[in-house]
């Protein structure tokens, strides 16, 4: 850590006595370090923040002005920080025993006296392109960006190191780029070209493996990580979700190199483009990724409301690596982002149909034939359209009725022996007691002309902050006419019209009892609904009419969706009757009706998908206090942070798509160094800024702040967010062609690689370590896309509760499929991605950090899948002799001749292994026929679990 601080204050540029002061290269690091803990975002003692400008020149609690610009000695915070009082000395001495240093008090009352220029923090400041520097060693560069890099090193008297060999270069790249090493053919092809032209030759190995189908596989796995892909729904049941259609297009997306602002779009808003294309629905599948607690008595609006909370925190570290997720409960502690704005935001993702249903609802079809795809997702719009038009049309006749009566019953009862239904002198009807889900509400009124009856449901409260209650849904609705006699005359009802469409139930299904009218999970509001009649009839004077209101819904598997408060009304009126029993509107469902047997007639998979309510339904968002769900304070509208740069010149109220827009835009200053940043990682092994997740004042700043920017701003507008071409210029760059071999010296003064100064060394990721031993193992599937399989694991490593599934392992080549296909059970992942630091997916993971146990040499070693893998590799080790054969493995791996001390040390392995198997017949026949082949496959096993396979 100590070297990480010494190389970091080494390239921090140094204040000489003529240069200004300079705010967030100076000042902010002081400030964060000694002052914002008491006086930030979060807690302002003193009512003191140092976070805005305009609090650090305002007035504290003691009424004195924090800091005067020009005046170090008439600003408070000067006289606090010298005063030799303990009780008003700043920062407190019991908190901070040594104080600010003398210079950094000089340095303070030099940035007052200079006029307190403020400056926002590097990240929240757009990119601009930074002048091509001069070097020395001009014979280096190959492009704009090794020139920044070397303009670093040389300031450091530091020199790069020399150019890896061919083999290194050619094996790292393949890694690299595909996520798999080379085969013997493709290096002898290369070294064959080479010969006559490096360049050329290197130029083609590069654009073989952006154009393989490979591609898009390696690249997935980072991206899925940030999606948190999963194939369960997490929690405690943890049940099975089928969203790997989400997997394909991400992977689809990467080998067609789809420019990363169409990819950002598509995933955050694709349910909201104009004209969609097939698969962009699926696209928004990223933001359905959100854990589902499926476990009976949870309350569905809390954990829709932890899934929106979700997208907001993985889209701020997904695309803007910013702590935003900070937010949720009060202002930002160290970046100037107000508790406000975290709701502001949260309010483009409140709006979507999902709610933490068991049934994942909404979803789309993938289809099984590409072909179908586009018709299916066109069929899926044209059916919500369809349904959606037909209830404007008769809500709009219904909307115009005014002759209204509300009902005075004679008797109101609920059907449960505890449940209670009484009539307020307002109207409304308040049920009591204890009401389970089948209640049946009765209610007798007398008797009149009927056309409508309008069912009001009502929150329990008046206070708008508070209507967040468990739902109210009718399933049935019943009206009977009761002569004097008793004789009873059903009164016939034909649609149900929905003062909007919106969940999982049809609302006309209520006539016929199994759809459902009101709101679920959760009541957000009063709701109406006009139950219209086939036919208006007089009723006699002395009948009454039986209203039985049905309940069969619960939220949260045990929960009743009753109504609790509700009103009805009658009206005579017959224009909604002769509307909805016209033959145009019969011919409106018949058009519904074929529509939805035409989706259905394609076949496919249902995935979750993001859809966003109509407006209608819009929900109320409100800022939580101190990030409380349940205390819950103003109303708020969607807006971007105004420290990013919102967008420019948008009316009216900013959608989803907007903010997608806007994030891939050129007003918002992150998303691009964080892409540019994140793809040097994956290549150099660590970012350019090392918190890949933090790029804000808590973070570590930027090892080379020119080069970040002049990556982002070629990634943006140079390639136009297309990472295929990025890449391209950067593993081509003499940056990245620089041997990985390292000097004690530089190894000491830039532990981490930070500055570039050699070639990348890293070992290889979870997925890597496994899609290279199917490789040289001559196992390995290429079979791209579908449903996750199940290759071999450990016995008793899944055991889930309650679902009763098990790791049923695949067979065929389903069995040696790459790394990416495989099943992803978030309480249970694969143990050995998990023990070579791949997430649980659990959140969003912006950044993997590599440990070094020794389970990972256990996981290669003896994990059974290794065994097999080793079992095929010894069996392509070819030679005449043991030492041939190991050599022939070890080039296999490394593409070099094995040194003879490896072979001389392997060859030993062999023989007393082989002489081991020889007397346990039983062990070795195990692994093969012979002891000596057993033996062999112990090397092979070794081969794979060694540093020369494992790093790249």
Not at 241 to 246: A, E, G, M, Q, V
Not at 457 to 475: C, H, M, N, Q, R
Request: with cysteine.
């Amino acid at each position: 850590m100590r070297q990480t601080l010494l190389l970091l204050a080494a390239s921090l540029p140094v204040l000489h006595a003529e240069e200004a002061v300079d705010f967030n290269r100076d000042i902010r690091p002081l400030l964060n370090k000694n002052c914002t803990t008491c006086h930030g975002g979060v807690k302002q003692a003193g009512e003191v923040s140092f976070i805005f400008r305009e609090e650090v020149l305002g007035k504290g609690e003691s009424g004195k002005q924090v800091v005067v610009p020009g005046d170090p000695a008439g600003s408070e915070m000067i006289r606090r920080i010298k005063s030799s009082d303990p009780d008003e000395k700043m920062p407190p001495p019991e908190e901070h025993p040594h104080g600010l240093e003398p210079a950094q008090i000089a340095l303070l009352e030099r940035w007052i006296k200079e006029g307190a220029k403020w400056g926002e923090h590097w990240s929240f400041q757009k990119p601009e392109e930074p002048p091509v520097p001069a070097v020395k060693n001009a014979g280096w560069p190959k492009a704009d960006l090794d020139r920044l890099v070397l303009a670093k090193l040389e300031a450091l008297n530091l020199s790069p190191s020399p150019e890896a060999t061919p083999a290194e270069w050619f094996r790292r790249v393949s890694l690299d780029l595909i996520g798999l090493p080379p085969s013997l053919e493709e290096w002898n092809a290369f070294q064959q070209a080479a010969a006559t032209n490096p360049q050329s030759a290197m130029e083609a190995t590069v654009d073989r493996l952006l154009a393989s189908p490979q591609f898009g596989e390696r690249w997935a796995a980072m991206w899925l990580d940030l999606a948190r892909y999963s194939d369960t729904m997490g929690f405690e049941k943890d049940p099975h979700r089928d969203i790997w259609p989400f997997r394909d297009w991400v992977i689809r997306a990467f080998n067609q190199d789809m420019p990363f602002d169409a990819f950002t779009v598509k995933q955050l808003a694709g349910d909201l483009l104009e004209n969609p294309e097939p698969g962009d629905l699926i696209a928004t599948g990223f933001h359905r990724n959100t854990q589902n607690n499926t476990e009976g008595g949870t309350d569905d609006e809390e954990y829709r409301t932890a899934a929106v909370m979700d997208r907001v925190n993985t889209t701020w570290t997904a695309w803007n690596a910013t702590t935003f997720g900070c937010v949720q409960c009060h202002s930002h502690p160290y970046d100037p982002f107000p508790h406000d704005d975290y709701y502001k935001f949260m309010a483009f993702f409140d709006n979507t149909e999902d709610s933490d249903l068991n049934t994942d609802f909404p979803k789309t079809k993938m289809a099984s034939d590409p072909a179908q795809q586009a018709e299916s997702q066109k069929l899926e719009e044209e059916i919500r359209a369809e349904r959606d038009g037909i209830n404007k049309a008769a809500l709009a006749i219904a909307e115009k009725i005014q002759s209204w009566t509300p009902v005075k019953a004679t008797a109101a009862t609920a059907s449960a022996e505890t449940g209670i239904l009484k009539q307020h002198e307002d109207g409304a009807f308040i049920a009591g007691g204890t009401n389970p889900t089948n209640t049946v509400f009765t209610v007798q009124v007398p008797a009149s002309r009927l056309g409508v009856l309008r069912v009001d449901i009502l929150p329990g409260s008046d206070d708008p902050a508070k209507w967040s209650e468990f739902g109210a849904v009718i399933t049935k609705l019943e009206i009977d006419r009761v002569l004097a006699d008793g004789t009873r005359q059903p009164v016939k009802l034909k649609e149900v019209v929905s003062d909007f469409i919106a969940g999982p139930f049809e609302a006309n299904g209520v006539v016929q009892g199994g759809g459902g009218f009101g709101d679920y999970p959760v009541l957000r509001g009063p709701r109406h609904g006009f139950f219209v009649a086939e036919t208006v009839e007089d009723s006699p004077a002395d009948a009454h009419f039986e209203i039985r209101l049905k309940h069969g819904v619960t939220c949260n598997e045990t929960q009743s969706c009753v109504m609790r408060k509700f009103r009805i009304t009658l009206s005579p009126d017959e224009q909604l009757t002769a509307f909805v029993m016209s033959p145009e509107r019969a011919s409106a469902w018949t058009k519904l009706a074929e529509l939805q047997q035409a989706y259905g007639a394609i076949p496919g998979t249902m995935m979750p998908v993001m859809q966003e309510r109509h407006d209608q339904a819009t929900r109320d968002t409100r800022v939580f206090i101190r990030g409380n769900r349940m205390t819950k304070d103003h109303s708020v509208a969607p807006e971007i942070p105004s420290i990013t740069g919102p967008p420019v010149g948008k009316e009216g109220r900013l959608t989803r798509l907007d903010m997608a827009q806007w994030m891939v835009g050129k007003e918002n200053p992150l998303a691009a160094r964080v892409l540019a940043n994140r793809l040097w990682a994956e290549l150099f092994g660590t970012g350019i800024v090392e918190t890949q997740e933090d790029f804000g004042s808590s973070g570590l700043p930027p090892s080379n702040l020119p080069l970040l920017d002049h990556l982002a701003l070629r990634l943006r507008d140079h390639h136009q967010w297309h990472i295929k071409p990025f890449l391209r210029e950067l593993v081509l760059s003499a940056s990245y062609r620089q041997t990985s071999k390292v000097s004690a010296d530089l190894a000491a003064r830039d532990p981490k690689n930070q500055l570039a100064a050699r070639g990348p060394r890293q070992r290889l990721s979870a997925e890597m370590v496994r899609d290279q031993a199917l490789l040289v193992s001559g196992l390995l599937s290429l079979k791209a896309f579908g449903p996750p399989v199940y290759p071999p694991q450990p016995e008793g490593v899944w055991r889930s509760v309650y679902s009763g599934a098990s790791w049923k392992t695949s067979e065929g080549e389903d069995r040696y499929r790459r790394a990416v296909y495989t099943y992803s059970k978030r309480t249970s992942g694969y143990p050995a991605f998990l023990t070579f630091d791949a997430p649980t997916r659990d959140v969003c993971s912006a950044r993997r950090i590599s440990t070094n146990t020794p389970l990972q040499a256990l996981v290669t070693l003896n994990d059974p899948a290794h065994i097999e893998f080793a079992q095929a590799f010894a069996k392509r080790m070819t030679g005449n002799t043991p030492a041939e054969r190991i050599a022939a493995g070890y080039k296999m791996l490394k593409l070099e001749d094995a040194p003879a001390p490896v072979v001389e040390t392997l060859s030993k392995l062999q023989a007393d292994a082989m002489a081991d198997y020889e007397k346990a017949p039983e062990e070795s026949a195990k692994l093969a026929p012979t002891p000596a082949e057993a033996a062999m496959v112990l090397v092979a096993n070794t081969l794979l679990n060694s540093d020369i396979a494992l790093n790249r």
